[in-house]
């Protein structure tokens, strides 16, 4: 499975969050961006983390608390933005497998030098 290509799938019929998929050492976090005026301004994000350490999928607390607390006219996350991270998390934690091989695909240490 194309771990990239499943979570476009996921997220294929959300029309209101932009995706941002980071990949470094140990993880692979999917940043949903609340942002349905589509103004690109980031300040709406809710990180979905698969840590290898952890063998699991997270919403990193510090991280999302301090959007958060800096957007205070924020409402809340609703039952739609739910629905959508829960799939997001039950794909991550039962593909764990496929997420840590595309983690070291794009690590420094298997890279080819020329």
């Known amino acids: 499975m194309d771990v990239l290509s499943d979570i476009?799938?996921?997220?294929?019929?959300?029309?209101?969050?932009?995706?941002?998929?980071?990949?470094?050492?140990?993880?692979?976090?999917?940043?949903?961006?609340?942002?349905?005026?589509?103004?690109?301004?980031?300040?709406y994000l809710i990180p979905i983390k698969y840590d290898v350490d952890?063998?699991?999928?997270?919403?990193?607390?510090?991280?999302?608390?301090?959007?958060?607390?800096?957007?205070?006219n924020l409402a809340g996350i609703d039952v739609e933005e739910i629905e959508l991270i829960h799939n997001i998390m039950y794909y991550m934690n039962n593909h764990g497998e496929e997420i840590e091989k595309l983690i070291k695909e794009f690590?420094?240490?298997?890279?080819e030098t020329r």
């Open 54 to 72: 952890l063998g699991c999928c997270i919403i990193p607390f510090h991280e999302f608390s301090n959007i958060y607390h800096s957007n205070s």
């Open 107 to 111: 690590a420094w240490s298997n890279r």
């Open 8 to 43: 476009r799938s996921i997220v294929r019929d959300d029309k209101r969050h932009n995706i941002k998929i980071y990949v470094e050492s140990g993880s692979l976090t999917v940043y949903l961006d609340d942002d349905p005026a589509n103004l690109y301004q980031e300040e």
